[in-house]
Structures are given as C-alpha cells and as structure tokens.
C-alpha cells in the first residue's frame, strides 16, 4: 500500500479543469515522494528509480537536472526541504514537480517549486496545471506564504537553453505565459543563480518569478532585505562556499541603496529601476 496525500487529494477534483474528453487521466491519483520514503524507504527508493527515468528523459542534459542519488538523500533527510509530488495512473509516472518548503522560526515561510514536467503523451491534456495546482495545495497547507521559481529569460537564454526548454515541450516565452497563467509574477531585479549539481559556475540566463499563495492585497513591492534574504535561502539548499566568490560580491553590489523590489508581469521585460533611499 503506498499513502497517499489524503482522500480528498487522491482523485482528478479540481474544480477548474474537467477530465470530460481526456481518457488518459481517468483515476489520476497523487504521492507525496518524501511520504513514501517515510513509509517505506525501499519502496520509495523504487518510485524515484520509476520517477527519474522519465525525469531525465525531460531533463536530457546531466548538467542541467541534479543526480538521482542526490535526491534520494534529501528525500530521507529530515532536515531537507526537498519534496517532489507525482501524478500516476496505475504503477505509470505520467509528471512530477520537485518543490522545497522553508521554515524558519520567526522568519517568512515560503516555497521554491522546481523541474516541472509531464511525459510527451500527456501533454495538452492539462495535466501541468493539476501538478502544479497539487504542489501549491501542499506548499499552503505546509504554511507557505509564497513561491518561487527560476525560468530562462528569453532575452538572456542561449541556443542551447532554448533546445532543452523545446525538448520539454515549450519555448522559452511559452514557458512564461504558462507560468504567467498560473498568476506567477516576477522580480524587477537583477538576478543570477549560485552554481548547482557540483557545477563551478554562476547560471545568468534566469528571472525570479513569484506567487503569491495567501489572500490579501497583491503584493507589488518587497523591500529589498527580503528580496536577498529569500535568494540567498533558496540559494543556501543546493550550494555552500558562494558568499566567498567575487560572483556574489558583484550580485551584491547591484543593491547597494535599494530600498524595494518592484514585482511585475512576468512576461514583460525587466528594467532593474529600483525605489531608492
């Protein structure tokens, strides 16, 4: 028996999208990969096994998706943030998204959601909405107030980038309007990424998008301490020793006497002017 995320999670029920005329999500039903782990530790070093062949089928480049046994170490580290929520039908994996809560007592609660994708069969079906809408169900009810996440700018992405953007199915700017549908918005701020997976290298092609998970106002502006504060947790998840590098002291230096962060469409080009103090 594997758990599940809860009966009320363990069916196609959003009220948003129908299942009428798409017969291949008939009994969808959803897992939690941290929970299966938590059951059933050969059990879910099975799953992972099952969920990162079609992961790396997605995510083709080794440089660009971080190793299986790297995630399988978070997955069972208590201390982790690391989640990764899949929809199956049957014993088939048919997409998944990783995703990291932080929790910091007295501190902003938010979440980092990462490598979204769906098995070329079912694309079109919607069925990256319902991965994601089920990975914001449980960043919210884990008391997530917002989330993150990196995507290629399409004005900085190489050639490359684009390839292995359209090998998951979706250009760059598609990419970004599907994001910018899921009311994702981005920061108005310069923005690199610590390196990653063993890599030496700082990755410069990206924006920050945002969401905001909580009712309320819609949040226009950040102060910037908080802005750096978020980066640099986030950043804190996947690397070490980058606050030494001359990479980071410049990243740095952008900020010096900004007061707030504007936040702004996602698909609109960012323009880096800041509220200043």
Same mark, same amino acid.
Not at 72 to 96: H, M, Y
Not at 210 to 231: A, C, D, H, N
């Given at each position: ?62 440089? !660009? ?5 790297? %995630?399988?170490? +978070?997955?069972?580290? *208590?201390?982790? #943030?690391?989640?990764? @929520? ?114 030496? !290298? ?5 924006? %920050?998008?945002? +969401?905001?998970?909580? *009712?309320?106002? #819609?949040?226009?502006? @950040? ?55």
């Amino acid at each position: 028996m594997q758990p599940s995320l809860g009966p009320e999670q363990n069916s196609l029920t959003s009220p948003s999208i129908k299942n009428e005329g798409s017969p291949t999500l008939a009994g969808l039903q959803w897992l939690s990969m941290r929970e299966v782990f938590t059951f059933n530790s050969q059990a879910g070093a099975q799953m992972l096994s099952d969920y990162y062949a079609r992961f790396a089928e997605a995510f083709p480049a080794e440089d !660009e998706r971080p190793a299986r046994a790297r %995630l399988e170490q +978070r997955l069972q580290d *208590p201390s982790s #943030p690391l989640d990764i @929520v899949c929809a199956l039908k049957g014993n088939e994996i048919l997409g998944g998204r990783q995703f990291k809560i932080f929790e910091r007592q007295g501190d902003t609660t938010f979440a980092a959601g990462e490598f979204l994708f769906v098995i070329p069969e079912c694309r079109r079906l919607r069925l990256g909405n319902l991965i994601v809408e089920q990975s914001e169900r449980i960043m919210t009810s884990r008391g997530a107030s917002f989330a993150i996440g990196e995507f290629h700018d399409p004005k900085l992405c190489s050639e490359r980038d684009r390839a292995l953007d359209e090998l998951a199915g979706m250009t760059p700017e598609g990419r970004l309007q599907f994001w910018e549908k899921r009311h994702y918005r981005q920061f108005d701020a310069p923005y690199v990424c610590a390196p990653v997976f063993g890599s030496t !290298e700082w990755i410069t092609n990206l924006t %920050l998008a945002f +969401r905001q998970l909580t *009712p309320g106002e #819609p949040i226009t502006s @950040v102060p910037v301490s908080e802005y750096l504060g978020v980066v640099t947790r986030y950043w804190d998840s996947f690397s070490s020793g980058y606050r030494e590098s001359p990479e980071f002291t410049q990243f740095m230096s952008h900020f010096k006497d900004v007061r707030d962060i504007t936040i702004m469409p996602l698909t609109e080009s960012r323009t880096f002017s800041q509220s200043r103090g």
